[in-house]
């Protein structure tokens, strides 16, 4: 299959979303392979591992705005690639906020409700468009797409320069995140209620 340019933005996407996966999981320790760590004003020692994937994550998170923009602008869009951009999304910073979980960066709770309510309105788009209806993206879902993304990037960058003045603003966009999660999913799940009882 032939793909287009949003597409192949996509693939990319979830080819660097499998890169951060590798760096962030694979056991450098145990390899013997040593990566260098930042120290800043002696006060934090960052992983050199975090920082490179916090610019592959930015990377990747550019893609998802150009295809998307590209695909609209030049009527490039195709059901794949509504699918594929859907999948690379939730690969991207779902698998992310779970290994950061994992790591302690973060509280579980955050990646369950990101991941829950994700799973909740993806089922939602899915009853719907099985009926015809296609579910427009509603503002407190975008926020809190903008929140979790510039979060997750401070998290990876260790929250780095506002944790010089013990400035938690990754833990507060995370949690502001987590929160509008939970009032989109009830948003979107109130706008489609008829949809699913029918």
């Known amino acids: 299959m032939k793909m287009n340019l949003p597409n192949k933005l996509t693939m990319l996407r979830i080819f660097l979303s499998i890169v951060i996966i590798i760096l962030l999981l ?11 760590k930042l120290f800043v004003n ?4 960052i992983d050199i591992k975090y920082i490179i994937a916090g610019v592959l994550f930015i990377t990747a998170s550019l893609t998802d705005f150009l295809d ?25 910073v779902n698998s ?5 979980a994992a790591s302690g ?30 579910v427009a993206a509603i503002g407190s879902g975008k926020l809190k797409t903008a929140c979790l993304m510039i979060g997750i990037v401070l998290t990876l960058f260790y929250n780095m320069p506002f944790e010089l003045w013990n400035l938690k603003v990754s833990d507060f ?10 009032v989109s999913g009830i948003q979107y799940y109130k706008q489609n209620k008829h949809l699913i009882e029918a």
């Open 26 to 36: 694979f056991p450098f320790d145990m390899t013997g392979i040593s990566l260098p």
């Open 42 to 45: 002696e006060k934090a020692v």
């Open 68 to 92: 998307g923009y590209i695909a609209r602008k030049y009527n490039l869009i195709t059901d794949f690639g509504k699918l594929i951009d859907a999948i690379a999304d939730k690969v991207l």
């Open 96 to 100: 992310v906020l779970i290994i950061l």
């Open 105 to 134: 960066f973060i509280h579980p709770i955050i990646a369950v409700i990101v991941v829950l309510r994700d799973t909740v309105v993806n089922s939602i788009k899915m009853v719907a468009a099985s009926k015809g209806t296609v």
């Open 173 to 182: 966009l995370l949690i502001i995140a987590a929160i509008l999660s939970i």
